[in-house]
């Protein structure tokens, strides 16, 4: 099982290239990729993408990826004919007997030292293999975290899920009961009348208790239950996470508990349902983080 939510980091240096890769990740119903690349580099965006899709399904995904090359001195020339313009124009407004500009106060101006980083910069392309080693050491450890949190994840869904298994076995246990005590209920009223000398027929005393013991009928609702239960043990083991299954197997859950507790008509019952609606509830808010 794995978390939606998720964070890595790599970084490599040389005395070419600096790179640094941030990978992290948010809940969402559908895949959606974000990346922040460095210019000239937003060119590789569909590679980054194909690995990020190897390893992530659903989720917002956020990918950083900065890229500097180190400073040289190759990299800063001055724009010889800018300086002059400048000079020229400077030298135009100069009082008589004024001192001549001093050319190193001209070099803050703009265009008068060129950074020609980018224009010295190959093709982003050829920079890929290596951006890519950055960033699947960055996917690694994303995935890691993942791991870690549907780890966790899947040990509290299973606790949860043996919540409402134990509380299944005790509506099973009282299920008897329910009829037992009524048709008991029943007879003391009958008793009742019959002291009151009202004529109670013996068949309308076993057809109350048969509709009774119809109504209250969770036999169904019990099986489909325990099926879904075993069913939802098997997606959080399973190798591969599955958490849009997942929300379909509790969906049914929950369809079965409501029926169990509107069917049977008894206060010990219904605590065990209200349990189990607590249980599913808990299940549904953590498996909005599994993808």
């Given at each position: 099982m794995l978390s939606m939510t998720g964070f890595g980091e790599a970084r490599y240096q040389d005395d070419r290239l600096i790179v640094l890769a941030e990978v992290r990740a948010v809940n969402n119903r559908n895949f959606r990729l974000s990346c922040r690349l460095s210019a000239p580099y937003d060119t590789v965006?569909?590679?980054?993408?194909?690995?990020?899709?190897?390893?992530?399904?659903?989720?917002?995904?956020?990918?950083?990826?900065?890229?500097?090359?180190?400073?040289?001195?190759?990299?800063?020339?001055?724009?010889?004919?800018?300086?002059?313009?400048?000079?020229?124009?400077?030298?135009?407004?100069?009082?008589?007997?004024?001192?001549?500009?001093?050319?190193?106060?001209?070099?803050?101006?703009?265009?008068?030292?060129e950074d020609r980083r980018n224009q010295n910069a190959e093709n982003p392309h050829d920079d890929w293999p290596l951006i890519s080693t950055v960033l699947e050491r960055a996917l690694e450890q994303f995935q890691?975290?993942?791991?870690?949190?549907?780890?966790?994840?899947?040990?509290?869904?299973?606790?949860?899920?043996?919540?409402?298994?134990?509380?299944?076995?005790?509506?099973?246990?009282?299920?008897?009961?329910?009829?037992?005590?009524?048709?008991?209920?029943?007879?003391?009223?009958?008793?009742?009348?019959?002291?009151?000398?009202?004529?109670?027929?013996?068949?309308?005393?076993?057809?109350?208790?048969?509709?009774?013991?119809?109504?209250?009928?969770?036999?169904?609702?019990?099986?489909?239950?325990?099926a879904h239960l075993v069913q939802y043990q098997e997606v959080i083991d399973a190798t591969e996470s599955a958490g849009r299954k997942l929300e379909f197997v509790v969906q049914e859950m929950g369809r079965e508990t409501n029926t169990i507790g509107s069917k049977a008509n008894d206060v010990t019952i219904s605590r065990s349902v209200v349990e189990m609606k607590g249980n599913l509830e808990k299940i549904r808010e953590l498996i909005q983080n599994v993808e």
């Open positions: 965006e569909p590679e980054v993408e194909r690995l990020v899709r190897q390893i992530a399904r659903r989720g917002s995904v956020q990918v950083t990826i900065r890229v500097e090359r180190p400073k040289r001195a190759e990299d800063y020339q001055l724009n010889l004919v800018a300086l002059q313009s400048y000079q020229k124009q400077l030298e135009s407004l100069r009082p008589p007997g004024e001192p001549a500009v001093d050319p190193s106060l001209l070099l803050g101006l703009p265009g008068v030292v890691a975290s993942r791991a870690t949190e549907g780890q966790a994840m899947a040990d509290e869904l299973k606790a949860l899920g043996r919540g409402i298994e134990q509380e299944l076995d005790r509506v099973v246990a009282r299920t008897p009961e329910v009829v037992s005590l009524y048709q008991q209920r029943l007879q003391e009223r009958v008793q009742t009348l019959v002291q009151e000398r009202v004529a109670i027929r013996p068949e309308d005393l076993i057809r109350e208790v048969a509709i009774l013991a119809e109504r209250a009928d969770v036999s169904e609702e019990i099986i489909r239950l325990r």
